[in-house]
């Protein structure tokens, strides 16, 4: 009987130290999780922070051709009046010059 109850004894001890190794095993594992978490953490907020810089370059940007398209509306228009004049004075000239030939 006394063989009996050392033989249990012996094997509770081995699962007892087979329970403890899976312990220690399962806490490492958890410390490698966590560092795994906290380096997809700052991933994220590097990730979120480029964004945000993306997202603020598109709003310069979009200003940027906001300010363009403007300018090209206004030297589109110049554009037309000087065609407008260049036209009337070269109407005016050759109004002037076959006037002028008339007068001969």
Same mark, same amino acid.
Do not use: F, G, M, V
């Given at each position: 009987m006394a063989? /009996?109850?050392q033989?249990?004894?012996v094997r509770k001890i081995q699962e007892?130290? =087979?329970l403890k190794d899976t312990i220690k095993d399962l806490h490492s594992q958890a410390d490698k999780d966590k560092a795994f978490l906290r380096q997809v953490q700052d991933e994220s907020n590097n990730l979120e922070l480029a964004l /945000?810089?993306?997202i603020h370059s598109k709003?310069?940007?979009n200003n940027?051709? =906001?300010q363009l398209t403007d300018d090209l509306n206004?030297?589109?228009e110049l554009y037309a009046r000087a065609t407008l004049v260049v036209t009337a004075l070269g109407e005016a000239v050759y109004f002037l010059t076959k006037e002028?030939?008339?007068g001969k």
């Open positions: 063989t /009996k109850l033989d249990s004894l007892n130290r =087979e /945000k810089k993306c709003a310069e940007l940027k051709i =906001e206004k030297y589109t002028s030939s008339r």
